[in-house]
């Protein structure tokens, strides 16, 4: 205990003896971690968004009028058994025109019908797991049983419908999105360790001498560095700090106004997500900070 109270007493010495670099370190450290953060709270956002849209991923099937309903029960009974299949639900040929004179705004289309019915009864597919689309819909399109039953026997694959462009685009802009994510919070967490390992290695440099002098006494290794490592951690700590009160800033002031222009997006998020963030933001700036000050330790200190 004795020790981490000369180490904390140390660091708060570098810390007004360097007042200027200390302080770049702890802004450079909150923005980096204020830009994590918002990167990391759009991401929560972007997955919520994208999960909305892929729970209504799904396969239609389209049925042959003259199909056997033990035929139709058949395959649906096998595709409830298929891994990432959620649900099988059946539309006849009368729900489907009730659905579509339901979607129009007008019954004209409709009354042009003159009784008549055009729409082909349908299996309705609900996916548990939305990236298995293809991979479903491709072994429903194979199955010689489906293909007995579906409105167009010389291509089965033209029978079964999932929108297949539109997924494959959202399926694509997501792993954009993940991927560029992922590099930009690697090149911020990056800029951040150059500046505190500069920054740690200018302490050690101004107090080289004081250094010798530990050394010389017998001061082990870890007594010497310590001081260094908390230093660091208290720059993170602060920048940390800093950063997470201004996304709950962000979250308390700015995100509802956001939220009423923006009704359809799903921009809300749980309490419990922040607390994860905000848990991973101060992590970043702990995890930041020892490894520039071990690495500037490393290279300029020489014990």
Known sequence: MSSLIYFFKESLTGFTRNLSTALGSIVTIFLSLLIIGIFLVGGAIINNTVSSVEDKV???????DDAMQ???????????????????????????????????????????????????????IE???????????????????????????????????????SVDRLFSL???????????IA????????????????????????????????????????PF?????????????LAVGAIELLRRFALPQVSDALMWLPIELPGTVYMGIYGLMILFGLVIAAIGSLLAMRRYLKV
């Open 127 to 165: 996916l548990s797991d939305p990236q298995m689309v293809e991979t479903i819909a491709g072994q429903l399109a194979a199955d010689p049983a489906f293909k007995e039953i579906c409105d167009n026997p010389e291509d089965p694959s033209d029978s079964v419908k999932y929108g297949e462009d």
């Open 70 to 124: 033990s035929s139709i029960d058949a395959v649906m009974k096998d595709l409830e058994g298929t891994a990432g299949v959620a649900h099988v639900g059946f539309t006849t040929k009368e729900q489907a025109l009730e659905n579509f004179q339901n979607s129009m705004s007008s019954t004209d289309i409709v009354d042009q019908l003159d009784g008549t019915n055009p729409l082909p009864a349908s299996i309705d």
């Open 58 to 64: 799904s396969i239609t099937a389209y049925i042959d």
């Open 187 to 226: 090149l911020l967490i990056f800029i951040a360790l150059v500046f505190i390992n500069n920054t740690i290695r200018l302490a050690i440099l101004a107090r080289r001498k004081e250094i010798s002098i530990m050394r010389l006494v017998g001061a082990s290794n870890g007594f010497i560095r310590g």
């Open 174 to 184: 997501t792993s954009y999105i993940r991927y560029i994510g992922v590099a930009l």
């Open 229 to 241: 490592l908390m230093e660091g951690a208290v720059h993170a700590v602060l920048g940390s700090a």
